[in-house]
């Protein structure tokens, strides 16, 4: 049986800045539109965090009981390493998604928004569907898209729209970086899997776009938030305090740009997470004035 620290690793804490950081960049976008609601926010961001734990979870299962984890070099894995059984963790990921389903309907009836249901239902259905079903889509090359739209466009602008009951240049810009941000940790993680998901048949991004294809995607994911960063700073001159965010990703980038492989690039990850994240909370600071 699996301990709770294994749990804990098992959820994926490294990835939880994906979770937080397109919330904290749609408050900002709020606050800019006169919007800001503490409790909403607050709601926003149990969603997305209950829907991340939900999709590590569930992949965690779904690739468990497909053997795809079986030579996995990243994090814990709880089926794969079989510290866990198959039916608790899918238990757990059930739980975690019912729960963002909960919420998320609580934001929706009190924001009034209905048609926000279908776009709950889709990260929920998409959360399940990235590894899970007869056909995932992330085993044929669709994940990166997918995170670039649940924890990018979504994220944010779901975020400022509940609040707002519209949304601005600013909060599609704050999306678009932050789902760039999103989809270049995933695609941190895909390169490093490259060997043991060709082994296994996981035809993912990276292993189409092949080793030098994905470092190249990776580099230039790196650069769309810092080029919007710009742009945004010719109508609003604080967002350029973003920019400081550069030099965290400077490891990264040299691990990444220098053909290191294996564990070697899981700091990557780590290091990606938290530009995203530094980056959300300065341009919603920057927005907020």
Known sequence: MATVNEWIEGARPRTLPNAVAPVVAGVGAAIALDAFSWWRSALALLVSLSLIVGVNYANDY???????????????????????????????????LGLAGVLGLVLVVSSGHWWLLVMGALCILGAWFYTGGKKPYGYYGFGEIAVFVFFGLA????????????????????AVAVGSFSTAVLTANNLRDI??????GKRTLATRLGDSGTRRLYLVLLAVPYVLSIV?????????????????LL????????????RALIPALRDTGLAMLAWAVLAAVALSF
Request: proline share 6%; hydrophobic share 45%; glycine share 14%.
């Open 195 to 200: 060997p043991t998901d060709i082994e296994s």
């Open 62 to 96: 779904s690739d468990g009981i497909r053997g795809t984890d079986e030579n996995r070099v990243g994090p814990l894995r709880l089926v794969g390493s079989g510290v866990a059984k198959p039916k608790a963790v899918l238990a757990a990921a059930l739980v975690s």
């Open 155 to 174: 994220g944010v602008l779901g975020t400022v729209y509940v609040q707002a009951g519209r949304v601005s240049w600013a909060a599609l810009a704050c």
């Open 232 to 248: 945004l700073g010719v109508f609003r001159p604080l967002v350029l305090i973003t920019l400081v965010t550069a030099p965290l």
């Open 251 to 262: 490891k990264s980038v040299r691990a990444v740009g220098g053909g290191q492989q294996g």
